[in-house]
């Protein structure tokens, strides 16, 4: 029932910035998380940045202090701003929800959108 659609994702040099965002279809108040994952050819799909709905947010070790997750209630959009870049982030980046009703639980996807950090 939850739809996920990114942008943002194109080509930027190391140390540069670029800002995902994600259109929501359902309202976040259905929504017990939302966040980011990415996949690089060869690796597993790794979580970037997660929201609960409870209020924590979760970022993997290797972008703390350089990627902010945000979220707009209003616009049902969640966003991933992405600064000083480096190549290891080159990758897919996928926008997830996951969704709780009447004892189940439910995970989306987006289509995902590339992300590649070149010189």
């Known amino acids: 029932q939850v739809r996920l659609v990114e942008s943002g994702g194109g080509l930027v040099q190391p140390g540069g910035s670029l800002r995902l965002s994600c259109a929501v279809s359902a309202s976040f108040y259905s929504l017990h998380a939302m966040g980011w994952y990415r996949q690089a050819p060869g690796k597993q799909r790794e979580m970037v940045a997660v929201?609960?709905?409870?209020?924590?947010?979760n970022y993997a070790d290797s972008v703390k202090g350089r990627f902010t997750i945000s979220r707009d209630n209003a616009r049902n959009t969640v966003s991933l701003q992405m600064n000083s870049l480096k190549p290891e982030d080159t990758a897919v980046y996928y926008c997830?929800?996951?969704?709780?009703?009447?004892?189940?639980?439910?995970?989306?996807w987006g289509q995902g959108t590339q992300v590649t950090v070149s010189s």
């Open positions: 997830n929800a996951v969704q709780r009703y009447e004892g189940t639980e439910s995970n989306y």
């Open positions: 929201m609960v709905s409870g209020g924590s947010i």
